[in-house]
């Protein structure tokens, strides 16, 4: 089946330092991958989305400058959280749209724990 | 707009009883919609999903769901918990008339006590 592989798994950082997550469709062409970011025991909160060869879509009080994502091929999306700062903490999923699923299926990355310190 | 709700931030049941997930949406179109199962620091796992078709859906691990279009309800059902089955487990809407994005409910705690 399809499989999203997102690196790294959990991830420490000095404020002020910029990280980048990986996420890779390892079976299929991902034309979509959306960026969530999930809260403890909280729901999943939408951050972006985006579509292969163009800019992101940000939902609103998501900010993009903070928020680096690059979709540059069909296979590998990421998302660089720049700048960092404690209040970035949080666990990031990324999340493909697969091109032409009859299903409409949907698949996640395993997750990003994100601790600023 | 699109909108999922779950109602119970925690479902308690003892091992070898059913259980149920409840789950309502909103939508302006006709949804697709899906649950999901989360266990701790890992992604989203997929459960089942309704397209179209049968009301009645069966997915992964025994689970199965009913959508209720007059009640626009789609709830998670088991005949039979299982320890195992504790997680989290989320709720999800596609509006077809409004692209391919996901809603998620706040997500539900299940617990099973052996």
């Known amino acids: 089946g399809a499989v999203v592989s997102q690196h790294p798994s959990w991830v420490i950082c000095k404020s002020g330092t910029s990280v980048k997550i990986e996420c890779r469709s390892l079976?299929?062409?991902?034309?979509?991958m959306f960026w969530y970011r999930q809260f403890p025991k909280q729901s999943l909160m939408l951050m972006a989305t985006s579509n292969e060869g163009s800019k992101a879509t940000y939902e609103q009080g998501v900010e993009k400058d903070k928020f680096l994502i690059n979709h540059a091929s069909l296979t590998l999306s990421t998302l660089t959280v720049t700048s960092a700062h404690p209040e970035d903490s949080s666990f990031y999923i990324c999340?493909?749209?697969?091109?032409?699923?009859?299903?409409?299926?949907?698949?996640f990355g395993s997750g990003t724990r994100l601790t600023v310190v | 707009a699109q909108s999922v709700a779950q109602p119970e931030d925690q479902v308690n049941v003892a091992e070898g009883n059913p259980l149920t997930v409840k789950c309502t949406y909103s939508?302006?179109?006709?949804?697709?919609l899906f649950w999901y199962v989360q266990y701790p620091n890992r992604g989203l796992q997929f459960l089942l999903k309704?397209?179209?078709?049968?009301?009645l859906v069966k997915g992964s691990y025994g689970f199965e769901a009913e959508f209720n279009k007059s009640q626009t309800s789609f709830h998670l059902k088991k005949p039979s918990a299982l320890v195992s089955d504790s997680a989290l487990y989320f709720c999800a809407v596609r509006d077809m008339q409004a692209g391919n994005m996901l809603t998620f409910g706040g997500g539900t705690r299940l617990m099973v006590k052996p």
């Open positions: 939508v302006s179109g006709n949804p697709y």
């Open positions: 079976d299929f062409q991902a034309t979509t």
């Open positions: 309704y397209i179209t078709g049968d009301n």
């Open positions: 999340s493909a749209h697969l091109q032409g699923a009859v299903n409409y299926g949907y698949t």
